[in-house]
C-alpha cells in the first residue's frame, strides 16, 4: 500500500512556477513509478510526468516539455513537479499517482492516487 498526499498548488500569474509536492508513505519501494497527472477542464486526465523512484529515470509529456520537471528526494519519499512559464491552459487538478506500469515512458493506470492540488493559472 503506498500513500500519496499532495501539496502546492494555488493561484499564479501566467510566466509564473509552482512546485507541487507529492509526499509518498507506505511500500515505496521496488519498480515503483510516480507520476503526475492533471486534468484541465474539458478535457479527460492525462499523464505529464514520471520518475522511476529507484532509478530516478524521468519521462516529460511531449506537450509540455521544457516547462515542467520532475525531480524526488529519496531520503523524505517526495516527489516534485516543477512547472514553469505557467499560462492559463495550465489551469487544474494535479494529481500525485504512484504505480507500477508505463507507457511510452509515462506512468498509466496508476495504483495509488492522491486527492489533488489545484493549480489556477491567471492572465
Known amino acids: 500500500q503506498v500513500h500519496v498526499v499532495e501539496s502546492g498548488g494555488g493561484s499564479v500569474q501566467a510566466g509564473g512556477s509552482v512546485r507541487l509536492s507529492c509526499a509518498a508513505s507506505?511500500?515505496?519501494?521496488?519498480?515503483?513509478?510516480m507520476g503526475w497527472f492533471r486534468q484541465v477542464p474539458g478535457k479527460e486526465r492525462e499523464g505529464v510526468a514520471t520518475i522511476h523512484t529507484t532509478s530516478g529515470a524521468t519521462y516529460i509529456r511531449d506537450s509540455v516539455k521544457g516547462r515542467i520537471t520532475i525531480s524526488q528526494d529519496n531520503g523524505e519519499n517526495t516527489v516534485f513537479l516543477q512547472i514553469n512559464s505557467l499560462k492559463p491552459e495550465d489551469t487544474g487538478m494535479y494529481y500525485c499517482?504512484?504505480?507500477?506500469?508505463?507507457?511510452?515512458?509515462?506512468?498509466?493506470?496508476?495504483?495509488?492516487w492522491g486527492q489533488g492540488t489545484q493549480v489556477t493559472v491567471s492572465s
Open positions: 507506505g511500500a515505496t519501494h521496488g519498480n515503483l513509478y
Open positions: 499517482a504512484a504505480g507500477f506500469d508505463i507507457v511510452a515512458g509515462l506512468l498509466t493506470n496508476p495504483t495509488y
